[in-house]
């Protein structure tokens, strides 16, 4: 998988990039989790998260947001790190022109994330956003909400309390044919410690639904 670096609005920005055989296949973008928390690319549901998109046929990208690993920069509280995940849409986009989708993935502060740049680009056609702090960020600005999409939260999650989450959620209001999916994993907390196995099992059981299922080795490179 090939190490990438490009420009981002605070200097350059690592990733990680994978891109498809097929010319033409849908990008993917996953965003990782709170950067002062231990937040990288390369957490474990990242990781996963971006090789369920690569399996499907997708050109996927996962990346360090500004200050984080060998991405300059520093923290900026959520402005910032949505300038840095248009830019790398911009990136993946000038490297796939003929990409005619696109779908935004996010894992907890990469949640949020992910879905304020859902607002700004309509080429995004799905989400997926797990662990969600909508009871600590205000999710309002999905009004309404553009694109169809999943959240997947845990049952035990104290950081973001499924109650507390789902309320909020269910006020969003959907653009006519948009359709906002919930998942819970059982037993898992904030981070699905013990619980990624099932998260991916969630994710899989959606993707499959919404854009086929996983397509092995020969087939990709058939493509």
């Not at 907890?108 to 702090?133: D, K, N």
């Not at 990624?196 to 397509?215: F, T």
Request: glycine share 10%; aromatic share 10%; proline share 5%.
């Amino acid at each position: 998988m090939p190490e990438v670096i490009f420009n981002g609005p605070a200097g350059r920005i690592e990733g990680r990039y994978q891109p498809a055989k097929k010319k033409g296949a849908p990008l993917a973008i996953i965003l990782h989790p709170h950067p002062q928390f231990g937040g990288t690319m390369n957490n474990q549901i990242v990781y996963n998260l971006f090789y369920t998109f690569v399996n499907r046929g997708f050109s996927a990208l996962r990346f360090n947001f500004r200050g984080v690993g060998r991405s300059q920069g520093h923290f900026d509280h959520g402005a910032g790190e949505l300038s840095d995940a248009a830019a790398a849409l911009d990136w993946m986009q000038a490297l796939n022109p003929e990409a005619k989708s696109c779908w935004i993935t996010g894992v907890s502060f990469g949640a949020w994330i992910g879905m304020q740049l859902l607002m700004r680009r309509p080429e995004i056609e799905g989400f997926l956003s797990i662990a969600a702090m909508a009871n600590r960020y205000d999710f309002s600005f999905l009004a309404p909400c553009p694109s169809s999409g999943l959240f997947v939260h845990g049952s035990e999650d104290r950081v973001a309390p499924v109650k507390e989450v789902m309320a909020v959620i269910e006020k969003v209001k959907t653009q006519k044919g948009i359709q906002i999916e919930h998942a819970v994993v059982d037993g898992a907390n904030h981070f699905f410690d013990g619980r990624v196995d099932q998260l991916m099992e969630q994710v899989s059981a959606y993707l499959d639904r919404k854009v086929g299922p996983e397509i092995s080795k020969a087939e990709q490179e058939q493509a």
